[in-house]
């Protein structure tokens, strides 16, 4: 930086627009979808209604063949009508699971919304119960419930819960929070060893065995944006946060490692040697999908809470223009790094009022609306094309290899409407 070169703060002083009308989003139970495949000594079950029962089925079809870590204890209308004792029916329900799955070592509790309704209280549930069946098996519950939670907030509230139960540790560490596929997750390991950084644990872990600890020593990092709650529970524990824009695209890959490896005591000499070659393949196979992203408008709808860091990889990256960036929640100790960075411009907006902002959409005509899938069939009959916020939690999008394949993401449906209308952009 040079003395005439402007000191910027991106969108960090941008004032909020708080919107709190109707949302249209998935509930947190979707997250079990990528959650019982990351841990594989964990059973989810759903205390629940026959609608969870099929949001889970439809949106986990896929899974039909692997050994199931998910299912969902039925509440009844005798259950819901208070003529029965609910309690006594889920202990059934657990005994008779475990019983059958020795295997099981983590067993979650997950709320929805009409255990809430009647009030079932999971956390005394999951204590009566962890006294039961420990030390073989842990129970934690946390709320997947359409009421509470957002879809990706199921994530969040399941950490959160998980936290407290931690042993404790004095050493060094550092922690990785939040759940990746496993091959990028891999990726991001051997990055940071290659630096040096050696004691490096991961929320959530494989198994419940896997030696991740807590203490006024550990540093923490987090890998999606959505993780509020934990990261308070993890403060809570005496944990420092290392903050940092989150590892999307090349730009944000490289200050998400950086941050770290400052934290480590790693030279710049040691940090380009390990980052250079991974740096220009990201950069190369975005320049190939930024050519038909560049100079579009995007706007984003609230879902994931991923919108934030999303815009400004497509903005600073990809060369898009940000009409509206819509989160559900905006934390500013986790994304406060990537408002910084975010050009100015966009309108920043916090919860929903769908209508008032279809009409902001419809005013702008966007180039490209991310939304969940709710409004995406309709917004495409009106001719705008649509990418839906979901995919980007089911695809592996993080970290430098993933970074061409996030792009073509947003590169896909434009490419398809100029396939469809013969307007070659
Ligand atoms: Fe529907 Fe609520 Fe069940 Fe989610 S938790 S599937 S919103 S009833």
Redo the contacts with the bound molecule.
């Keep these: 930086m040079n003395d005439q070169t402007p000191i910027t703060t991106g969108c960090s002083d941008t004032p909020v627009l708080k919107q709190r009308g109707q949302r249209e989003v998935f509930?947190g139970?979707t997250g079990i979808i990528w959650l019982h495949r990351k841990m594989q000594d964990a059973f989810f079950l759903v205390v629940?209604?026959r609608?969870?029962a099929h949001?889970l089925q439809s949106a986990a079809g896929v899974m039909i063949f692997a050994e199931p870590r998910f299912g969902t204890a039925i509440l009844e209308e005798k259950d819901l009508a208070g003529l029965v004792d609910a309690n006594q029916e889920l202990d059934r329900e657990v005994s008779r699971l475990l019983a059958r799955r020795p295997d099981i070592k983590q067993l979650f509790l997950v709320g929805?919304?009409?255990s809430e309704v009647i009030k079932l209280d999971l956390a005394r549930a999951a204590e009566r119960l962890t006294e039961i069946y420990n030390p073989n098996v842990r129970v934690i519950n946390f709320s997947?419930?359409?009421i509470e939670t957002t879809f990706t907030q199921g994530e969040d509230a399941c950490l959160a819960a998980m936290v407290p139960m931690l042993p404790n540790t004095n050493e060094r560490e550092l922690l990785l929070v939040g759940a990746l596929p496993d091959v990028v997750e891999d990726q991001a390991l051997q990055l940071l060893s290659d630096m040096g950084i050696s004691k490096i644990r991961v929320l959530p872990a494989h198994r419940v065995d896997a030696q991740t600890a807590l203490g006024p020593n550990t540093v923490f990092a987090l890998t999606q944006p959505f993780l509020g709650d934990t990261h308070a529970e993890l403060i809570r524990r005496g944990a420092r946060h290392i903050a940092a824009p989150f590892p999307f695209g090349e730009e944000g890959t490289t200050a998400w490692l950086r941050a770290i490896a400052d934290e480590f005591g790693v030279d710049q000499d040691m940090f380009d040697r390990v980052t250079q070659a991974p740096r220009a393949r990201a950069r190369k196979a975005i320049q190939a999908q930024a050519k038909i992203l560049n100079g579009k408008s995007i706007f984003f709808f609230p879902d994931s809470q991923l919108e934030i860091p999303l815009a400004r990889f497509l903005t600073r990256e990809c060369g898009m223009k940000a009409i509206e960036v819509g989160a559900p929640y905006i934390h500013g100790d986790l994304i406060g790094p990537d408002l910084e960075l975010l050009p100015k411009g966009p309108v920043i907006s916090e919860g929903q009022d769908v209508d008032l902002q279809l009409d902001r959409c419809r005013a702008a005509r966007p180039d490209l609306t991310v939304c969940g899938l709710g409004l995406a069939n309709p917004l495409e009959g009106e001719g705008l094309s649509t990418k839906w916020a979901i995919e980007l939690v089911f695809t592996p999008v993080h970290f430098y290899e993933q970074a061409g394949d996030l792009a073509g993401l947003f590169a896909r449906p434009l490419r398809r409407k100029s396939l469809l209308t013969g307007f070659h952009p």
């Design positions: 509930c139970l629940g209604s609608t969870c949001l929805s919304c009409p997947g419930s359409g």
